[in-house]
């Protein structure tokens, strides 16, 4: 069941607007896909908040634009890196009734055993694409990386699979791998070890910069 989340028509003549908008509290937004042209919408941003934690991340809300009813889902979110709120809404409308693609979050579990050898665990994707009804799209896709050694992998063939959703990536393509310790720091220039024996090393840029600023100072 699609929850229910309450907007409203948007002024996008003065961009001063939108100042005022996130100052009272809510969010400017985008409706457009199925069914509809493209709507400037504002957002109660904690309403919001509280209906994307209660569907996820590919789950179908529903809102109501001038009496009429969209299902859509949350194509994309914009959130500030700072005050971690959110900036922007792109929402999407859909057919319940037709498949479409979203990117589902891949979770890994469990200690990799090359990893407690030393080994580095390196992501090279976090999410996967994914095909389905909007019903029927999966929260995450969990794999463990416990049976991953040193120079092992986990492929997209090992992430779990379902009859009501397709995987739109090659069997083969990797998610992670377990890769050997990193090598310790390239050698050190022999130039650069004779001048810090003999105390002469070059001093970083932040040291120089404090330097001349002290000495600007005992001017004045």
């Known amino acids: 069941m699609a929850t229910n989340l309450t907007v409203e028509k948007r002024n996008t003549e003065k961009r001063s607007f939108l100042t005022e908008l996130r100052n009272k509290g809510h969010v400017p937004a985008n409706l457009y ?19 994307y934690r209660e569907v ?19 194509q994309e979110m914009q959130i ?10 792109d929402f999407i409308a859909i057919d319940l009734n037709k498949e479409t693609e979203a990117e589902v979050p891949v979770v890994l579990t469990g200690d990799s055993a090359g990893v407690k050898e ?6 090279v994707h976090a ?6 009804l909007p019903s029927d799209f999966p929260e995450q896709l969990e794999a463990s990386v416990e049976h991953l050694n040193i120079g092992d992998s986990l492929y997209v063939k090992d992430l779990p699979t379902g009859s009501k959703y397709e995987i739109l990536h090659e069997e083969d393509e990797v998610i992670a791998s377990v890769t050997p310790p990193k ?3 390239e ?11 003999a105390g002469d090393a070059p001093e970083s840029s932040e040291s120089v910069a404090d330097d001349s600023q002290e000495g600007q100072g005992e001017e004045k």
């Open 33 to 51: 896909g199925y069914g509809t042209e493209s709507v400037a919408l504002s957002v109660d941003e904690p309403e919001f908040v509280k209906a």
């Open 56 to 74: 996820g991340k590919n789950g179908v809300l529903k809102l109501k634009v001038d009496g009429k009813d969209y299902s859509v889902m949350v």
């Open 80 to 89: 500030h890196p700072l005050k971690n709120a959110v900036t922007h809404i």
């Open 118 to 123: 030393g080994g580095i665990l390196q992501r």
């Open 127 to 132: 999410t996967v694409n994914v095909k389905a």
């Open 183 to 185: 090598l310790q720091d």
């Open 187 to 197: 050698e050190t220039d022999p130039e650069t070890e004779e001048a810090d024996e």
